[in-house]
């Protein structure tokens, strides 16, 4: 487009702009006419950034944007471009804009964009069910980004969200739960919705609670993520995730009622057990001091509350997946335990811990004085 077409097309967006925006195409044309980009570029995006520049967005892109695309920062070219492509009519259209964009910042020196661009290509895709599609992307995008010694934020915030969303859409929960977490640790929560966050934090817990290989989900429970289902109708997902990383059968049989609130909870009801007594068991182990772990069947079925004719296996499972290390007598029905995996602790545990570290103590002390009771005549020698 011309100068002067250009100058045009400012003036005639400016008349369709709200008298309150009306100024931001003023300064839109200053800059442009003086080729100061860099402000040029941060004056779109504030521009973009306010809900009322939305039936302009995408105007301004494909007959203002685009016409010095290759003179300010592609990071920042690709922000602007997706802001644009929310307002198109619908994810076909959406994705022949995303492509295009995405294929424009293909280029050697910014390889962060292209990748920040690919991302909203491979979310598109999933919306559109073309799930082959969206992890081919995805897997190009991960191997761009193992090459970078760094790079913005907001690229791998952008990277983990989409790759989140495919595994969630796969029902691969424990690498959903990963990268949903990854994703959190590249944002500013706050950032987030009130309804982002309790969504999140409901997907997250449930995720947590279904994965066949997450036992420890301690860095879910001291996220703040989590906290945003306390005042909402999920509170009791969150009481339900400290049940099970203390292994509380009983607060377990209490909350249990509300599985049948969600469709995977309900599935996986049996599994659920198995994997409370499991912590169950864990915890029971833990709570005794390292000289005290060789239990018998029957006091472990006593302690977890775990049927006896179930023990046996509940420790063989619990050595396979590693979260226990020791042996089993099969003949004896004794389980001798030297080793179980640490996890995050409340404040019950903690209490729990001071309480053996405090006998520890005094044990020690108590064998000094008998030492030193004994062993007076080699002290005075």
């Not at 009983?250 to 995977?264: R, S």
Request: aromatic residues 12%; negative net charge.
């Amino acid at each position: 487009m011309e100068g002067d077409k250009i100058a045009d097309f400012l003036a005639d967006q400016r008349d369709q702009a709200p008298a309150e925006a009306q100024a931001f195409f003023l300064s839109f044309e200053d800059f442009w006419e003086r080729k100061l980009w860099h402000q040029l570029t941060n004056s779109l995006i504030d521009f973009f950034s306010r809900p009322e520049s939305a039936p302009q967005r995408l105007p301004l892109f494909k007959s203002f944007i685009l016409s010095f695309a290759d003179r300010i920062n592609q990071l920042k070219f690709v922000s602007l471009g997706l802001m644009a492509s929310t307002q198109c009519a619908d994810d076909n259209e959406r994705f022949a804009f995303l492509t295009s964009l995405a294929n424009k910042v293909n280029k050697p020196d910014s390889q962060d964009a292209y990748v920040y661009a690919l991302a909203d290509v491979a979310s598109v895709k999933l919306r559109l069910k073309d799930f082959e599609g969206a992890r081919k992307d995805l897997d190009t995008s991960e191997k761009i980004l193992e090459r970078f010694d760094s790079v913005e934020t907001v690229v791998h915030a952008s990277f983990y969200k989409v790759n989140a969303a495919y595994y969630q859409a796969k029902q691969e929960f424990a690498a959903y739960y990963k990268n949903a977490l990854l994703y959190l640790a590249c944002i500013n929560i706050e950032d987030l919705t009130e309804e982002e966050r309790v969504t999140r934090a409901y997907d997250l817990s449930v995720a947590a609670l279904v994965s066949d290989s997450i036992y420890n989900f301690g860095e879910l429970l001291l996220h703040p993520i989590l906290d945003s289902l306390t005042e909402t109708p999920h509170a009791w997902l969150r009481d339900l995730l400290f049940a099970f990383n203390r292994g509380d059968l009983t607060a377990y049989d209490v909350l249990a009622g509300n599985i049948t609130k969600n469709q995977l909870l309900e599935q996986h009801r049996i599994f659920l057990y198995q994997k409370i007594s499991l912590s169950a068991l864990t915890e029971t182990v833990f709570r005794r001091p390292p000289h005290d772990r060789t239990m018998t069947f029957a006091a472990i079925s006593a302690e977890t509350k775990v049927k006896p004719d179930e023990i046996e296996h509940l420790v063989m499972k619990a050595l396979s997946l590693g979260l226990l290390k020791g042996s089993i007598d099969q003949v004896a029905q004794i389980a001798r335990i030297n080793w179980v995996q640490p996890k995050v602790l409340d404040m019950k545990q903690i209490d729990g811990m001071r309480r053996r570290l405090k006998e520890w103590d005094a044990g020690v002390n108590q064998l000094g004085h008998w030492i030193e009771g004994v062993g007076k005549d080699v002290w005075a020698a």
